[in-house]
C-alpha cells in the first residue's frame, strides 16, 4: 500500500500550488483523507481533510480560505489546492489514509490515521 505525494517545490509567497497524492495498492474511495505538514524543528500539524465522498472538508483557521482539499475517487487520488501561500506554509506536506469505511467524520489528529505518504517539499519565498 502506498501513498505518493507531487506537486511541491519552490514558488513566491502570494503564489499557489497544487499537491497530488496518489494511492496504490489498495483504495481508498471509501476512506477519509487528509493532509498535514511539518516545519524544521516542530511537529507535524493538521492541514486539512475531507470524507470519503468529498462532501465535507474541515481545516484549521490558518489555511482556511486559501487551502482547498479535494478527490477523485475514480482516480483515488487527493489533491491540495494551495493559494496565497505564505513563507509560514512552508514545510514538507504529507497525505494520510484513514481506514474506517465510509465514516462521515472529520478526523484531524495524526493517531487517527493509518496510512502515510513519504511527504513532499514546499517552499515559500518572501
Known amino acids: 500500500v502506498q501513498l505518493v505525494e507531487s506537486g511541491g517545490g519552490t514558488v513566491q509567497a502570494g503564489g499557489s500550488l497544487r499537491l497530488s497524492c496518489a494511492a496504490s495498492g489498495r483504495t481508498f474511495s471509501s476512506t477519509a483523507m487528509g493532509w498535514f505538514r511539518q516545519a524544521p524543528g516542530k511537529e507535524r500539524e493538521f492541514v486539512a481533510v475531507?470524507?470519503?465522498?468529498?462532501?465535507?472538508?474541515y481545516y484549521p483557521d490558518s489555511v482556511k480560505g486559501r487551502f482547498t482539499i479535494s478527490r477523485d475517487n475514480a482516480k483515488d487520488t487527493v489533491y491540495l489546492q494551495m493559494n496565497s501561500l505564505k513563507p509560514e506554509d512552508t514545510a514538507v506536506y504529507y497525505c494520510a489514509a484513514e481506514d474506517v469505511q465510509h465514516s462521515n467524520y472529520l478526523f484531524t489528529r495524526r493517531v487517527d490515521y493509518d496510512y502515510w505518504g513519504q511527504g513532499t517539499q514546499v517552499t515559500v519565498s518572501s
Open positions: 475531507i470524507t470519503w465522498s468529498g462532501t465535507r472538508t
